[in-house]
């Protein structure tokens, strides 16, 4: 009789160990997403701001360029335009990050370097914006690396 008890624990002892373990083992990871199908803009053409995040950057604008650049983006006695033949001539095949870091490093021209990164990115917003380049359905990055892969080109 012995042998039957001895022989029930030990079963009972292996099944009790073998639901731990399984229920103890870590879970599989979960599949790796699907990489993402979409490509990266290359070109302001390719709408790299939202309608929304212009809109944010033309009340900046208004409360923090106007003054300098003037209300129609035409520039001033000291600073160019912001809009227009001259500026596209300006910035034509020149990386975004360019004019990013200029925004956000040297304006406002009295009070540089005070706008914040986002600041920074309406205000580029709003520029292409005024300059006729498509908007997209996302928000112009603040991210110099990623400006950096994206050229301002004019319409061929």
């Not at 944010?56 to 300098?68: H, P, V, W």
């Not at 596209?88 to 005070?114: C, F, I, K």
Request: proline share 7%; hydrophobic share 45%; glycine share 6%.
């Amino acid at each position: 009789m012995s042998f039957r008890i001895t022989s029930g624990i030990l079963l009972a002892a292996w099944a009790i160990a073998s639901v731990s373990a399984t229920g103890a083992q870590e879970p599989q990871a979960a599949a790796a997403p699907a990489a993402s199908t979409a490509v990266a803009p290359t070109s302001v053409l390719q709408g790299v701001y939202s309608t929304e995040q212009a809109k944010r950057g033309e009340a900046l604008y208004a409360d923090t360029c106007a003054s300098c650049h003037g209300d129609r983006l035409a520039g001033g006695e000291m600073a160019p335009p912001l809009s227009g033949p001259d500026f596209l001539a300006n910035w034509d095949q020149q990386p975004l990050s360019d004019l990013y870091v200029r925004v956000h490093e040297d304006m406002p021209q009295d009070n540089a370097g005070t706008l914040t990164p986002a600041q920074a990115a309406d205000a580029v917003a709003f520029v292409l914006s005024a300059n006729q380049f498509p908007a997209g359905t996302a928000d112009l990055v603040s991210d110099k690396d990623v400006l950096q892969a994206i050229k301002i080109e004019t319409p061929k």
